[in-house]
């Protein structure tokens, strides 16, 4: 596997998934799987230790088995103490009701481990508050098919999932454009329609009728 480095903020992560972050070295091998996952495949089961507050006992263990039953956005991003993350992170925060109102999850998270997310929210005002756990998705980034093919990041790619855990959208690009967060919750909308909804479609608007 070629080695790659990169500094951040409270350590240097490589393509092994090896940090050193708070003085604590934690290392994790990633394997970069054949292809990416898309739509109509099952979304990976996992269990993976999660941010969930800034406090110092706002550290947990998130599982696939906590939103069985339920659709989920599951969105990915390159790195902690970044630039452009930072935005997407407060804004799924800001529209976190109108997902709740869809009675839909919203989970984040990056190949990061949990300490660096906690370290993160603690660090930046906009992150304080987040209503939504940040994943250390090492293992679950590298399922998906969704890593930077030098550096072994995460893309920045969003999954909406439905209550059979199918992934019924997928969304991925590279890091330097911020995903649309309201564009995820239109896909949602048309989604969860069950109906066939033509371009530019919102919720509201009306369907496609045939014959």
């Known amino acids: 596997m070629r080695s790659a480095r990169f500094a951040c903020r409270g350590g240097v992560l490589n393509a092994r998934?090896?940090?050193?972050?708070?003085?604590?070295?934690?290392?994790?091998?990633?394997?970069?799987?054949?292809?990416?996952?898309?739509?109509?495949?099952?979304?990976?089961?996992?269990?993976?230790?999660?941010?969930?507050?800034?406090?110092?006992?706002?550290?947990?263990?998130?599982?696939?088995?906590?939103?069985?039953?339920k659709w989920v956005v599951y969105f990915f991003y390159p790195k902690d103490f970044t630039f452009v993350c930072p935005t997407e992170l407060a804004e799924f925060n800001k529209q976190l009701k109108a997902f709740?109102?869809?009675?839909?999850?919203?989970?984040?998270?990056?190949?990061?481990?949990?300490?660096?997310?906690?370290?993160?929210?603690?660090?930046?005002?906009?992150?304080?508050?987040?209503?939504?756990?940040?994943?250390?998705?090492?293992?679950?980034?590298?399922?998906?098919?969704?890593?930077?093919?030098?550096?072994?990041?995460?893309?920045?790619?969003?999954?909406?999932?439905?209550?059979q855990g199918t992934i019924q959208w997928v969304d991925v690009n590279q890091g330097r454009v911020g995903r649309n967060v309201s564009e995820v919750l239109r896909v949602l909308d048309a989604l969860q329609s069950d109906e066939l909804c033509p371009c530019n479609w919102k919720k509201g608007d009306p369907y496609v009728k045939v014959g």
């Open 100 to 163: 709740a109102d869809r009675d839909t999850s919203v989970v984040g998270g990056s190949t990061d481990n949990e300490w660096s997310h906690l370290a993160w929210r603690r660090a930046h005002a906009d992150l304080t508050n987040l209503g939504y756990p940040l994943i250390a998705a090492q293992k679950l980034s590298a399922e998906l098919g969704i890593l930077e093919k030098t550096e072994g990041y995460c893309l920045r790619a969003t999954f909406i999932v439905d209550p």
């Open 17 to 69: 998934g090896c940090r050193r972050t708070l003085s604590t070295v934690v290392c994790r091998t990633v394997r970069r799987p054949v292809r990416m996952l898309t739509v109509g495949d099952s979304f990976p089961a996992f269990s993976c230790q999660a941010c969930v507050g800034t406090g110092k006992d706002d550290i947990r263990l998130v599982t696939s088995a906590d939103y069985a039953g």
